[in-house]
């Protein structure tokens, strides 16, 4: 039997190469993505930037740690506390202390995340003059890298109290030991800085949140025993004074969902792909099987053929396979580096496992493509098979049926159960990722029932036409079934993962926005520029626009402990009640929003308690507990509507937005003349309505849309090559039928355009069953977002579907044409009597 099998493999290598191609891609990929979710587990150890060199950092409270039944849960507050004054005092008797401050300035011609800091802290990095001098005027500054030189005139914009003005650069700064200027420091994240004099950075940044001390740290932590959340910091602990020192772990977690995503999408993919090949190549050797149950061969030794051949591919392609994504893998982590993806420090480590699960993963995958297959084919008499190889008279098992229903009920009723206990669930993106791959394999499954008559519906209209072309072409589509379907496979996953994926982001970003649309009535908005915000001269400037009513809000956080054990964090808007009901439409599904005062709270009904009138322990932005009445409750909504709390509530919170309607009779463009004047000094932008629903439409950011890229373009690149793969390979095991064509009269060319729109219309049957897996997707997140009271339109991304139809018919046209062109070179007689 293996002298057989070896036999096989070399008459029949067209079919094997095709088989081959799918599984050795497959593994490679998911070898490509195994490395990379195994290098993005850890991150490389980080040690303090800014304060490498100072000798003891004391941070103000920052962090909210609740005790719980199952430990300590902490999270970072939306407005930390400063180091107190009193404790502040204690530290100056100890030593010298100088007062860290971090606020953002723009400057024209430099980077775009410059960071403003006083220029007693260039010390600590340690960072030394590499040209020119200290700053020693309110004019002056140091920078670090090389966009700007000494004397160079730059005008800025920035600090919490946001000042525009023109500064003059009297020096540039390097890290020591490295004998170069330093901005970025590659691979670390560090940051591009701008040092003012001490006193023109208090004056830019009032508020600090961390100082230095030039003490013994034992002293210093007895100085500060007794006040709350204050932290001293020493040794490495001082990176927890750098900017966001927890982008490591941040950028880890990001890369995880990532490359998990993609991992279970091209996963899915593969596996779908190399069954789905392999079960269609023993599916081609039906007459091959019947001559051999002919001339005596049992069923078993079929059985036992057919697996040694699927073995010895499965080994050699999985081999190949693993080769392939060791290449591919630092070719992907470079890419996700370059755009962004990835923290610059991410490699593909010197990890093994990912190595033996893509093996065996295509190696048993392989084997159950062909099992299934093989079983059929060996249990079928030899005449059945021998009648049954012109024609598929019955195209599906009981088996194959039976699955497909299941899977098709499984999913149906898995839908039916989110939709009424967790709708929002359905709004997560791990849920709008993974649900279409349940429905695209009961599709692909029950595939063969729909063949028949989608074929006949598309080519109903070409039938009609005069000529033969078009009832041929109907007819070979629905006489081979298996070929149809195995061809439309791939089909059905692009289209479908395409249009459910796209779809499902679009339709969720509509939503948010018609939530933005109805909730806003203000006919103006101003918004702050950066993260200032507004200050009480421009609030006041605002307030005095004759025919205005203004609305200020703050952005801010409230936290709540749910179930006893999880603490959460809502975005939180601080207004006052009266000017938000004038200017805003909450989604109230209970009480009043004129209801709110300082001694409550709006929420909405995600949270456990959402009962108006019952009380609810919180902690605010800068970490105060304090119990609030429910004054109202929200609807859950797309999960953005946060909670609402009063300006006493929201404490050191700037400004950010000012909401405005317009009183009887006042004029649209008078007011918006005078609120562009009022504004014009902090920067602040005037906004209509529609404008600003416009300006916060959500719409993915590059990383996103880069990830989606990612997820998407592998997945349907393999798609692609493997709808090439499958339709070589049914189009050269057609070489005897397309001989007889020639002999009954037909001309190369027409054989050849026979051939070409029998591959198009397999092309729309796998779009359109691709599109009917799309739609029930998009009508089961519809219908989530119903039940969260938000109707919205379904988008549906209609360029990308047709791109990709585009591209599936150009690509099967040409595998099609091709290899029928090569084989009609030689004679038909020839072919006709050519052994299979």
């Not at 407005?79 to 723009?106: C, H, M, N, W, Y």
């Not at 062909?370 to 079928?380: E, N, P, Q």
């Not at 009266?578 to 989604?587: G, I």
């Not at 997707?777 to 139809?805: D, F, H, Q, R, Y």
């Amino acid at each position: 039997m293996l002298s057989t099998t070896l036999h096989t493999l070399r008459t029949r290598w067209v079919t094997f190469t095709g088989s081959f191609v799918a599984l050795s891609l497959g593994v490679a990929l998911i070898a490509v993505m195994g490395l990379a979710l195994a290098s993005s587990l850890d991150a490389p150890a980080r040690g303090p930037e800014r304060f490498a060199a100072a000798p003891v950092v004391v941070k103000g409270h920052d962090t909210l740690k609740v005790p719980t039944p199952i430990g300590e849960r902490a999270r970072k507050l939306a407005q930390p506390r400063a180091v107190p004054d009193d404790a502040i005092a204690k530290l100056r008797d100890l030593g010298t202390v100088v007062e860290d401050r971090s606020f953002p300035v723009r400057a024209e011609g430099g980077p775009a995340d410059l960071v403003g800091h006083p220029w007693s802290t260039a010390a600590f990095a340690p960072y030394e003059l590499a040209a020119g001098r200290a700053p020693e005027a309110a004019d002056e500054v140091v920078v670090s890298g090389d966009w700007a030189r000494p004397g160079t005139a730059v005008r800025t914009d920035g600090g919490t109290v946001r000042v525009v003005g023109t500064v003059r650069v009297v020096g540039t700064v390097r890290a020591v030991g490295t004998g170069r200027a330093v901005g970025t420091v590659a691979g670390r994240g560090f940051e591009d800085a701008v040092f003012y004099t001490d006193a023109r950075a208090a004056e830019l940044s009032p508020r600090s949140l961390q100082l230095v001390v030039d003490a013994d740290p034992a002293a210093v932590r007895e100085a500060v025993r007794g006040s709350e959340g204050v932290q001293v910091l020493t040794g490495d602990a001082r990176r927890y004074a750098d900017a966001d020192p927890d982008r490591d772990s941040e950028a880890l977690t990001a890369m995880n969902a990532m490359f998990g995503t993609a991992g279970g999408v091209t996963g899915f993919v593969s596996v779908f792909v190399v069954a789905s090949t392999f079960a269609f190549a023993v599916a081609q050797r039906r007459r091959e099987f019947g001559l051999l149950r002919t001339a005596g061969a049992t069923p078993g030794q079929i059985r036992r053929m057919v697996v040694y051949e699927a073995l010895v591919v499965g080994v050699l392609a999985s081999a190949v396979g693993c080769a392939l994504g060791s290449y591919a893998a630092p070719k992907l982590a470079e890419w996700a580096v370059e755009e962004s993806l990835a923290p610059r420090w991410f490699t593909i480590g010197d990890y093994t496992w990912p190595y033996p699960m893509a093996f065996w993963t295509g190696l048993f995958v392989a084997l159950c493509g062909v099992l299934a297959a093989s079983w059929r084919a060996g249990r079928t008499g030899p005449t059945e098979t021998l009648r049954e190889a012109s024609v598929d008279t019955r195209a599906m098992t009981r088996g194959r049926l039976l699955f497909g229903v299941a899977l098709l009920i499984t999913a149906a009723v898995t839908l039916a159960l989110a939709l009424t206990t967790n709708p929002g669930d359905l709004l997560q993106r791990k849920t709008y990722v993974s649900r279409p791959m349940l429905l695209i394999t009961a599709v692909a499954l029950l595939a063969p029932v729909l063949v028949r008559p989608l074929t006949r519906l598309i080519a109903w209209l070409p039938a009609q036409l005069p000529g033969a072309g078009g009832m041929l072409v109907r007819e070979n589509a629905v006489a081979g079934v298996r070929r149809t379907a195995a061809v439309a496979a791939p089909v059905l996953v692009t289209v479908a993962l395409a249009g459910s994926l796209l779809g499902a982001t679009a339709t969720l970003d509509e939503a948010k926005a018609t939530e933005v649309r109805e909730r806003t009535t203000a006919d103006f908005v101003v918004a702050a520029a950066g993260d200032a915000g507004f200050d009480e001269a421009t609030l006041r400037r605002l307030r005095a626009v004759s025919g205005a009513e203004v609305s200020a809000s703050s952005s801010s956080a409230v936290y709540v402990l749910e179930d006893g054990v999880a603490l959460i964090r809502s975005d939180a808007r601080a207004v006052e009640p009266r000017p938000l009901a004038a200017t805003a439409r909450l989604p109230l599904t209970a009480g009043k929003t004129s209801d709110l005062d300082d001694d409550s709270i709006i929420v909405n009904e995600e949270w456990e308690k959402h009962t108006v009138g019952e009380r609810v322990d919180v902690w605010l932005a800068d970490g105060t507990r304090k119990s609030l009445r429910i004054a109202a409750v929200m609807s859950i909504g797309t999960g953005d509507n946060g909670v609402y709390v009063t300006p006493r509530n929201a404490p050191a919170a700037p400004v950010d937005r000012v909401d405005v309607r317009l009183k009887d009779g006042a004029d649209a463009g008078t007011v918006a003349a005078g609120l562009r004047q009022a504004a014009r000094a902090s920067g602040g932008e005037v906004l209509t309505r529609d404008a600003w629903v416009r300006a916060t439409y959500p719409e993915a950011n590059r990383t996103t849309r880069m990830g989606f890229f990612l997820v998407l373009g592998i997945a349907l690149l393999y798609t692609g090559i493997s709808l090439a793969n499958t339709m070589v390979m049914a189009t050269s095991d057609r070489v005897r039928e397309l001989a007889v064509l020639r002999l009954a009269g037909a001309t190369r060319w027409q054989v050849l355009r026979l051939v070409g729109a029998e591959a198009l219309m397999v092309v729309m049957v796998g779009g359109l069953l691709g599109a009917l897996v799309a739609g029930l997707n998009m009508v089961g997140m519809w219908s989530a977002l119903g039940l969260l009271s938000v109707w919205t339109s379904i988008e549906i991304p209609w360029a990308t579907l047709a791109a990709t139809m585009g591209a599936c018919a150009a690509l099967a046209v040409l595998s099609a044409i091709v290899p029928a062109g090569l084989s009609l070179r030689r004679r038909a007689v020839e072919l006709a009597g050519a052994r299979e």
